[in-house]
């Protein structure tokens, strides 16, 4: 639930700045891109939606994506994502608790895009 909430924070700050923040519009504007943060088991996730300056995103881990974050629990998820720090997901990483799904190069560009707006 934690995890959930927080997906949808992160969803609102996006949708917010989009409309609100010059240098985050500028860097979303020609994208399409869909982004999934989930859990391994399915249980949790929630897919980000960037279309050419428009961010949407819907709840459920089984929506199709150019690339996902998969987490090894809902906990580990929360509690790197509110960190927020390079290193705290890095260690997550390397301990085997993430794993990047399709292209890390739009995992990058979405961390980009995230710390925008941070």
Known sequence: MKLALLLYALYVKLARA???NRAFKNYIGSIQLRILIKTADNKWGRVFVFDKGKVTS????????????????AN???KVMLA???EATFLAAANGKL???GMA???QWFNDAV???M
């Open 18 to 20: 989009a409309r609100t």
């Open 84 to 86: 927020g720090s390079d």
């Open 115 to 117: 710390k925008l707006v």
């Open 58 to 73: 819907a709840a459920g881990a089984n929506h199709p994506a150019d690339a996902t974050l998969v987490w090894s629990d």
């Open 99 to 101: 794993k990047v799904e």
């Open 76 to 78: 580990t998820a929360f």
């Open 105 to 107: 190069y739009y995992i």
